[in-house]
């Protein structure tokens, strides 16, 4: 798998050379590095360039947000989560990361109300899609510091916990 990260880093690293001011390319080259789990860091700074060459690729809002989960910095997580859902629209995935966000910082009620607009926003999201979902943005970043980590994990499992008190508050 790690070959294939490489192989698609090095086809985006000739596109940016490419098209060294196109921001669209640096927003792609974050994704698999953040995906890849290989550097939260360089993931982030990829971000935050691809947003200052084009400002209105607002999914650059949403990948920052999840790299400061990632760093443990879950207010700005929320910030940059928030930031995403106002200019793109309600979107399910922004919702259920920001209420792992509030609910690693000790705020289990906006955690709750955020999974309850999670899930009225996607009645199939399900607990077990949202650990899928957990797995595959969080838990598979090599550089999550141990700390961190540990309260994701105890904040996904106590969200996981609530889907069924969110369910019957979206019903």
Do not use: W
Request: charged content about 25%; some cysteine.
């Amino acid at each position: 798998m790690a070959g294939k990260f490489e192989k698609a880093l090095d086809e985006i690293d000739e596109l940016i050379r490419l098209n060294p001011e196109d921001g669209f390319y640096y927003f792609v080259k974050g994704t698999v590095i953040y995906h890849s789990g290989s550097s939260i860091r360089d993931a982030l700074s990829m971000f935050e360039y691809s947003l200052r060459l084009k400002p209105n690729l607002v999914e650059n809002h949403l990948f920052m947000g999840y790299c400061k989960m990632c760093e443990g910095k879950f207010y700005d997580a929320v910030a940059e989560l928030n930031s995403f859902i106002e200019q793109k629209g309600n979107e399910p995935n922004s919702y259920l990361m920001a209420a792992l966000c509030f609910m690693a910082a000790g705020d289990k009620t906006k955690a709750q109300e955020l999974l309850e607009k999670a899930v009225a926003l996607a009645p199939a999201l399900t607990a077990q899609t949202a650990q899928q979902q957990f797995s595959d943005l969080v838990f598979n970043q090599i550089e999550l510091h141990e700390k961190i980590k540990i309260a994701l994990k105890a904040a996904a499992s106590e969200i996981i916990g609530l889907f069924g008190v969110a369910v019957k508050g979206v019903n």
